[in-house]
């Protein structure tokens, strides 16, 4: 009894130990570990935790508890030196997920050190949610925000990615942990990149990856997202890997089409992969193997065990009861390489394909190319050679092409790569490798060259004949690479190479159109699945755009209807007054131009106004100034108003009059500039001060200091006015009228003046009229 009172004793004498270590992991005080107050500075900060931390530093310092005491001050110097977090701890007692986090792990570590000590059952404190115990297998594929954006992303252009997003008491992601493992076991081997982000100490990952819930699955590739939405099984999650990778990566080839299969390369520039299987699916290893390589090599599928297969299967001699890959390259009728076993495995078959990435004289058709097949110069020991036949571009294979090819394929060093150029699409790399173009004009050439430098430096040999591929054309390019393993200097040439264009680039249309499709397919996947907090941006901006554009139709059609009812007085009004007045052009011209205002501001020209409406007139802006007297002031303005009403709607356009009795020494110095259109009369004249202006007008602008000019024309009215005056001297000018007192002219004949104006508005916005230039403006006295 007393020793059962005993245990019991001792069991909560430990109790209550573990709940004091507890209590004592949650008092954790910045401020007080770091001896400062909440209102110090960050100089202080700075100075009290230099001064602990070389007080407390574990080398420095034996005390037992010197490093759980150097991780403290650390700890609070990491919280009271950021600014966000400091304030999260002010207002909330924490540093925030990350502070949180490590409070939670110094917790478990001293709760594992009290453990350790008093050997408690492993049992007594396991709980099902504790994330270290139960993502112990994804610890090693924990994405950070970094580590996905500068490794993820670009390794998702050589391989699909499968991305697990999980958090801490999370039942559904214990259920799935099964399926998960497994299917992580089986993508892995196969060439899937697989990661796992925590939700709660990745927010920022989480949210950039749009995933919002947990569990959530999704897989990239090209940098794009996809996001799995079924039963996580592992069928399921084997077909949406598959179904990320593009349709067109291999090619079922059967009797009919293999021929035409093998020859493509000639216009791809790339090898071609053949795999012969028995299952009648594309084995998913080889598809993620074609994605690795699509840039380098063109891979087909052959079923074995369907009709259309035979006759190729015999020809090319394939035993049908075990995968067999087959590399062809310029020869379609004798594989390159060959590789067979069951089981492949896929570092095996990466690096059959390594071996063979490129053509035995491929085609130089990019600058990235270049560099891979005729890399710098590193070191003397890592010299290499390039051997470039520049030829024309034929549809079958000419003989000088079929002799470099022999040549290249019965080469045995190394540091020899053969390569071919078509002089019409990189006319810039052949002329500066040819030395005499009209030598080698139409025919083939070789050339040797090493690259010195990634700026385009090289060293070159050119042959000096052209390549025939006779015979003693092939022995003079074996003697020449003889002789340059044993003396690098028979490179004697240099020259600057310019970059070549890609030939097989799309072009910018077809471009443009696969990202629209890429953008359009995104947002139907997004609107298909519901995914409706990613779709949130684009729908409000959709609503909104239609919102301004049906608010502005409604706008705009109320405004219109208003300004049909207040106009219409107006036009009836007008166009009475020109029934009455036997002109019936003016209304049906006016009549198609109905002007958003009823009238047109039109000011004088006076010493007042003179600066701004015309000295210091902002560029690109004119003043269309008519000139007139006292007694044709009114019905003159009339029409000037009716002619220009239709021009009010640019803001460039302003309108003035000038008194010509005020004023008639201003005009006629600017007339001199113009004496083509408006001739002075000198002094003798005996009618000099009774030439008539009224009705000229004058376009200035301002800043320019130009002006152009319109003079009336004469009309009938005018005409037989100026007969019944009995002037027996002929007119001056076109247009013009003798003394406006003497002549009696009426109303009508000034009003008529101004007929042809709008047709001369027309030419000054064209910019079709005459200008006349001054060199200032002259006082407006």
Request: proline share 5%.
């Amino acid at each position: 009894m007393e020793v059962k009172k005993l245990s019991i004793s001792w069991q909560f004498l430990i109790v209550l130990v573990l709940i004091l270590h507890i209590l004592s992991a949650l008092d954790f005080d910045p401020y007080r570990v770091l001896g400062v107050s909440r209102t110090a500075s960050q100089a202080d900060i700075k100075k009290a935790y230099k001064k602990l931390a070389r007080e407390w530093h574990p080398d420095k310092n034996k005390d037992p508890g010197a490093e759980d005491k150097f991780i403290q001050i650390s700890k609070a110097y990491e919280i009271l030196s950021n600014e966000e977090k400091r304030s999260h701890y002010d207002h909330y007692g924490d540093a925030g997920e990350n502070q949180g986090y490590q409070k939670q792990q110094q917790r478990e570590y001293r709760f594992r050190r009290f453990h350790d000590n008093f050997y408690f059952d492993e049992s007594f404190f396991h709980f099902p949610f504790n994330s270290e115990r139960r993502d112990s297998v994804d610890e090693k594929y924990l994405l950070h925000f970094s580590h996905y954006v500068n490794e993820v992303v670009p390794d998702s252009f050589k391989k699909p990615y499968l991305i697990k997003i999980t958090s801490d008491w999370c039942f559904s992601c214990i259920h799935i942990e099964p399926v998960w493992k497994e299917v992580v076991q089986e993508l892995e081997a196969l060439g899937v990149g697989i990661g796992v982000v925590h939700a709660g100490y990745e927010r920022r990952l989480a949210h950039h990856l749009g995933a919002h819930s947990t569990p959530s699955i999704l897989g990239i590739i090209n940098g794009k997202i996809s996001f799995f939405h079924n039963a996580v099984v592992r069928e399921n999650l084997r077909q949406f890997v598959e179904s990320l990778l593009p349709g067109n990566l291999v090619e079922k080839v059967t009797n009919k089409n293999y021929v035409r299969f093998l020859s493509g390369w000639q216009q791809e520039n790339k090898p071609h992969v053949l795999l012969f299987d028995q299952v009648p699916t594309v084995p998913l290893l080889y598809k993620l193997t074609a994605f690795a390589y699509k840039d380098y090599l063109s891979f087909g599928y052959v079923c074995v065990g369907v009709r259309g297969a035979e006759e190729m299967t015999r020809q090319l001699n394939i035993n049908v009861y075990a995968p067999t890959i087959l590399i062809f390259k310029e020869h379609i009728n004798q594989p390159a390489d060959v590789i067979q076993a069951r089981g492949m495995k896929k570092q095996a078959l990466e690096d059959f394909l390594a071996r063979n990435k490129y053509l035995l004289a491929a085609r130089l058709t990019s600058q990235k190319l270049f560099h891979e097949l005729c890399p710098v110069k590193r070191s003397h020991r890592q010299r290499k050679y390039c051997v470039v036949l520049l030829t024309t571009e034929a549809t079958k294979q000419s003989k000088p092409f079929d002799a470099f090819l022999s040549f290249a394929l019965a080469n045995t060093q190394d540091t020899v790569r053969f390569v071919h150029v078509y002089s019409s699409r990189q006319q810039e790399f052949a002329s500066t490798l040819l030395p005499d173009s009209e030598k080698f004009q139409g025919k083939s050439a070789v050339s040797i060259l090493e690259r010195r430098n990634t700026a385009g430096r090289v060293v070159y040999k050119t042959l000096e004949d052209p390549w025939t591929g006779s015979e003693s054309d092939q022995f003079t390019l074996l003697g020449y690479l003889d002789q340059l393993r044993r003396d690098p200097a028979l490179l004697s040439s240099e020259a600057v190479l310019p970059d070549l264009t890609d030939e097989l680039a799309p072009v910018f249309l077809l471009r443009w159109f696969y990202s629209a499709w890429d953008y359009i397919a995104d947002c139907w996947d997004s609107i298909l699945h519901n995914n409706w907090r990613e779709m949130m941006p684009l729908l409000s901006l959709i609503f909104s755009a239609l919102f301004i554009l049906f608010g502005t139709v409604i706008v705009q059609a109320f405004s219109d209807s208003s300004d049909e009812r207040e106009s219409s007085p107006p036009e009836k009004e007008e166009a009475q007054e020109k029934a009455g007045k036997t002109e019936p052009s003016f209304t049906k011209e006016s009549s198609s131009k109905i002007p958003k205002k009823g009238f047109v501001e039109v000011t004088e020209l006076t010493d007042v106004t003179y600066t701004s409406n015309l000295v210091r007139l902002r560029p690109g802006h004119m003043n269309v100034v008519l000139i007139l007297s006292n007694s044709t002031k009114t019905s003159l303005l009339q029409k000037f108003a009716l002619e220009v009403y239709s021009f009010t709607g640019s803001s460039c356009l302003h309108f003035s009059f000038l008194s010509l009795d005020k004023h008639r020494e201003w005009l006629e110095y600017l007339l001199e500039f113009a004496q083509d259109a408006a001739p002075i009369p000198n002094q003798y004249d005996k009618h000099f001060m009774e030439r008539d202006y009224t009705g000229y007008v004058l376009a200035l602008n301002g800043h320019k200091k130009y002006f152009c000019l319109f003079k009336p024309q004469k009309t009938a009215e005018e005409e037989a006015a100026l007969g019944s005056c009995g002037d027996p001297d002929p007119p001056l000018h076109l247009g013009e009228s003798r003394g406006k007192s003497s002549c009696g002219l009426g109303p009508k004949p000034a009003r008529g003046k101004l007929s042809r104006l709008s047709l001369w508005m027309e030419r000054l916005l064209e910019g079709s009229l005459q200008r006349f230039y001054i060199p200032s403006w002259p006082q407006l006295d």
